[in-house]
């Protein structure tokens, strides 16, 4: 046999064993990593249930709740817009001119104690009351 085949076959061997050797230790990380990932599977299973553990009764209040307060805003919201239709209508104002009022009511709501669209219900009996809004 020459010299060069025996180098090359010495070489193959060598490098099959380190891979051998490579695969076994790899092998041996990964069993090692079971127990960890079993701890961390059982960590995220008691936050899993613990996130869930709420009764269906009590997940339903909770959703009616959220339901009712979106629809409570949603409500608040459309009032504030019929009030600036009827201002606009009751008292002939130019769209810009509801706009400056709308603003006004939103900004002073705060310092006056009320909301948006108490200020706005004000503005509209104002006109009705006849009262001619200049900007």
């Known amino acids: 046999?020459?010299?060069?085949?025996?180098?090359?076959?010495?070489?193959?061997l060598k490098g099959q064993q380190a891979v051998i050797s490579g695969v076994r230790a790899?092998?041996?990380?990964?069993?090692?990593?079971?127990d960890t990932a079993r701890g961390a599977t059982g960590e995220m299973k008691r936050l899993y249930e613990a996130a869930n553990g709420f009764?269906?009764?009590?997940?339903?209040?909770?959703?009616?709740?959220?339901?009712?307060?979106?629809?409570?805003?949603?409500?608040?919201?459309?009032?504030?817009?019929?009030?600036?239709?009827?201002?606009?209508?009751?008292?002939?104002?130019?769209?810009?001119?509801?706009?400056?009022?709308?603003?006004?009511?939103?900004e002073s709501a705060a310092a006056m104690l009320s909301t948006p669209t108490q200020m706005m219900a004000g503005a509209v009996a104002l006109a009705n009351a006849g009262m001619k809004f200049e900007t």
């Open 55 to 106: 009764s269906t009764a009590s997940k339903l209040i909770g959703l009616a709740g959220g339901t009712a307060l979106l629809k409570n805003t949603e409500d608040t919201v459309l009032a504030f817009q019929r009030l600036q239709l009827e201002l606009k209508q009751t008292a002939g104002l130019t769209k810009e001119q509801v706009a400056q009022i709308s603003n006004y009511s939103k």
């Open 26 to 34: 790899v092998g041996r990380g990964i069993s090692g990593m079971g």
């Open 1 to 12: 046999m020459s010299k060069n085949l025996e180098i090359a076959l010495s070489l193959l």
